[in-house]
């Protein structure tokens, strides 16, 4: 595929965007994009495990979303397949010499985002903006497609060793990564990159990774309690509203922490059914973060704690899911050294550095650590695409040529690397 | 329309329950069963001011309500008027002899509750159970069918004075007679009257007024806040969902009266929409209740004051809007005098009480209130029905009989009792 | 000792009012009051069992306390011992006729009000007002004097059974009566009595017993956490404030029950030592109550639940103690008849209802109920004395002939009831 | 005064420890001890205006307190004067020639912590350990002490310009230094140094100048609200306690800054009188703090909104008063190398760092920002005292050497620094 037919892909993506775990039409094309490479796909519970994923979508918006993706085109069987199977891809191609496995991180699902119409906004100017409340508004249509190009580029196989890309659901909300993990697909990778735009920096722009950042948990709980009539008989009710209320207060009380930087954040209730019902259910979304991998689980027990005291003291019973995470990132100076080295090589590329404190939270960093934690390498590559809006809102876009200067980076790493221990 | 016309009639409402503002063929069935027939029908803003409702459902139930309606086979222009003009009915027969003028309210909607489909609820056996997530499980099918069937009896306007039926929607929630207040609908009634049947009493007892019950309040609250990224920058939001949260624990914090028995219930928080976004807006629902009407006032004002310290608490804007209401209801002797009266003529009624105290909160109950300060009278009629399962649940049912019971303790007081001041 | 002396003694008590479980002087003067009658006096174990009661005065308050009773002039020695022993007297009295065992409680505790100095208030005007912050401020002082007076009374043993006196600390608070019990006091008795003044009940009128008010557990909780530098280390911390916060908001919101009328109270909370300390402790107090005796304890598990939960969401330790506890009453109507009977001997008495429901909690009710639910009976008298300010305010006072007639009333139910099965 | 004077001084003030704005005995001594020098003190309003000053110690602790500043020996007169004016002094003296206005903080004040009386604690080995509940646990005796000390080096007025020492009250809880620029007590200082000892540096050591700490705002609310009978008539009350509480938890979620380190913290809450009464009165003491003069502000303004909010809904008055603040510092790089000049001319002194960032909130930082914002430099040096405890514990302990070595420091600073613009 040259240049053209990628963007061409890119924004078929874009127009066609679907958010975490339903990326059926996604998945569909990009396996299709794969026809006909020397490339080895695995899909399915070999790609990544969900058994354990909470929240899921349910099976009304899976339909729902099956129709769109087949609406758009996308291959009617395939799509009921990915949607079956999960949406995760592990492609594979094996160079013709010895050397490591590289692992490559793109991810592929968009945001709950209404994507702008107004005139300004390329995408609505060139007609492929997303219509269905769904938008890639972070950019992973162009990671998806850059996965493709690299393996596009690689076929003739002219590389040492082994590129594993992993074509990852549902990054946002950190809740991908961690069933790839799962299902073993990062257990051989010796580095392990990942790449994003970044639509803050200007195209010609890179910085070699990304560091730190925050590890984080995500979680759902729900309160079951009892319904009762509240006027009628109001103790016989056990009000989970008001556990869920107690949770939230709680949580937010948890004490700042002097040794890091931390978060809390309770996101949603929804609670009750009725005014004049003593509420049964509530369900309660939070996360907490911290820039230590062990502070993040403190600041998890502590939740958890919470939760089961606000459940007690309204004897209602609960569930507590961890439904997304990540941790925080410390790259490989040899890693970064030879995405500088390859990113000197394009001279579109104007500025570079090597890596830079980041906030945010990105379960690429769970791949690049258990890598790491394995005896390997990684690091998490951006690349400069000028957008004029900010990331998650409905004026995010980027320069496409992101696409191929993140292609190209990548691609020369991989052939030119030394192939021993970095 | 004889009795199994009626019987015919309350099926079909049955079947086809709509619940409250929502009584799109509902409303048109009724009026197409008062054709032909001497009446005047006032509806729309002549019937019921709707334009200080709050919480009436949005453009999308709108539209499948009206197309449920249209497809079970209502009329559609009059269903696509009354969704336009809101449903109350009011319809008036003139008697041919001057005397005083009676109301009645008889009230039309459903209830949010699945009905049973098992073969021992009759009317799933008899297939004419409803089969949309709504349900007639307080008996409002037969009220509705008893204000038909009373002006098809008087329909030879033999009998003094104006009869006007209040076919009154959405009862429950307590918010449609308050509309009809409004209108003007009962500035001019003398006596006003409602019935109402009574799963839990034998068919066959008869109370000639339910009084006392808890005057009500139900109350609708949004927060406006501030999204920000829980992460990236926090002290940007600002959070209504705790706001919704601390109103929440602080409404079940205003304490117990000594002078009145009182309620407080929060139904229902919704808020936020991300796991790490900052929530912006939440949506809290409650209800004050209390036996006594200067009372049930002191708590909705508690209840403002703790909404409003809760918005300024957290820098965030809020609206608070009563909903529903109802008031406790004293009826006059004179008036169950002239039911239990009239209840002693049919010989099917074999146990008759004056009166009896009750909980439970009905805004007929501000009908009634509202035609005793101008100077009239009024009382609340209970016919007893024998349902195996109690009211708002998915097994409630009715004794048929007890429709032509109540037209009947209707039509005789009407026709027989004095026309002087009582 | 005759009227005179009896009003002098009852001054002498009032002017060294002494509150809850440190009434030294109070228990001294009794006990001397009593020399040379026929009388057993049982104290300190054999009277009450205070090994299980919390919240009892600190070493500091009761050195204060006998310091403040010797310089009042009571027996120094006795002083000592009741301050070690416990306050209660249990002084029993054998009539010289076989018959039923009487139990009289009369209590003997002060409240911490500081009594009216102003020259319109009667004990200021005489010079037997109290002047150390505690007062008898709800008649305790009269009761005591009843009670010593009618020992003198039956002194001639000419009566059939036994009397015994339950001279009882601790009434404020409801915390002296089950000690008394749990000593056995009370095991033997079959027709137990307790008499009160009645301020706002004109001096003349009398009721032969209350009936029903709320029975009530008071509770004391401690929260114990961890202290740490607010600044350095706020992670360190395990806060015991927000604990007793939390459990103050939901306490409160504990709900209303259908089936009986409640009451919830969080009284104080004390917590924290530092403004840049997080608070290892907190301590908080509260009371549940209701007019049902189970749903008080109801009530109670449900307050023990919210403690926990709030304790166990904040990771801190706790105790939570009953410290107070009374129940509901209902009397019995033969005793009620007795008592009726015996006032109308008194010619003072113009005014005589049999019963009367009242609200309030008096741990009498905890005495009446075991002697019932052994197989006796009992009754609670309330006496008319015309205060001229409320119970438990500074300018509370009676009608000094309120003590005779009380003892005349009991006396003549004595001497003269029948001694069969009532 | 020699070393050994100065020893002897020092433990004089540790022995009889005296609290924020209780340092009666202190200024008397401290006055005492400038006898005969050629130095103007300004003590009263002259010295710090507390009239905007809450939380002043009561009427009974002052008294307590002259009382045990007498029988420690120090003068009574000036104990009572000390008493009734404030407790600062501020103590010039002038140099035989022109130059600089110096201002040094010496801050006097003890904290409320008990003292350890083990063999293995110096200052109870040696018998000048504090006994009464209060204990120079941060090293202010010898501050106060090297303020002393530097006077008497200068008393021959040879050096040029002039010296204040700020013999500053209140440094715990950060409320002494504000009042001493209310008074203009710096308004006309040109560098203003501020010096501790710091128990956690090894003896020898010596920091420049601490530099960043957070800025706080400390603060005090009441809330007042109505007491009522929580049986008789729990409506009747405004809960104030409840207030509290939920201002408790509202203040502990406000969201941690991206910009900046936070800190919040409820140091304490005492509300409420008894079990049985609703709250009518509860105080709160908290504390906001940040690593950003702004955002400290900030936070005192959400505080303020919590607690407007938590009062409004629980129909309670409310008062505010800020009772201790600070800033951050950011020292002048021209005094650093004064004083790291100076200090490497003590062959004690063996190891120099120019500056640190520190945690903790000091007001001297309030001094040093007040005179900078005039034009004015200022600097905060910290000298090694190895102490076996921590700050703030029964354990601290300084080499008492540390005191010559920080009253060297400054008066070579004096004598020898440039006196034109640094």
Redesign the interface.
Known sequence: MDDNSLIEFRRTLHQNAETAFLEFGTAARIEKALEGLPVTMQTGADAADLSPVVGLPDAQTVAKSIDAAIASGADPDRVRYFAEAGTAILATIVGDKPGPVWGIRTDIDAL?VTESDEPDHVPAALGFNATNGAMHACGHDSHATMGVGLLHRLADRDFPGTVKIFFQPAEE?VRGAQPMIDAGAADDVDRMLAIHVAGDMAFGSVIGSFEGG?A?R?FLVEFHGRAS???????A?R?A??A???????L??I?????A???????????????????AR?TL???V?ATDDEIVE?LLA?AI??V????????VTHTFAV??QSATLTPDDSVIDLLVASSEQDERITSIERSEML???DDANLLIRHVQQRGGVGAYCMVGASSPGPH?SSTFDLDERSISVGIGILERVIRTAPTGKL
């Open positions: 709950p909300g925050m984080t995500k009539h509240a006027a009628g008989t109001p103790e009710g009000n509203l008001l869920a209320s107690m949770a939230a207060s709680a937010m009380s004490p700042r922490f002097s040794s930087d931390t978060r809390i954040n309770v996101g949603t209730i929804n609670a009750g059914t009725g005014v004049n019902i003593v509420p509530a979304t939070g996360e973060r403190e502590r704690r919470i089961e005291g606000s459940a007690h003291a309204y004897d439904s997304g906030a945010g939270s998650h």
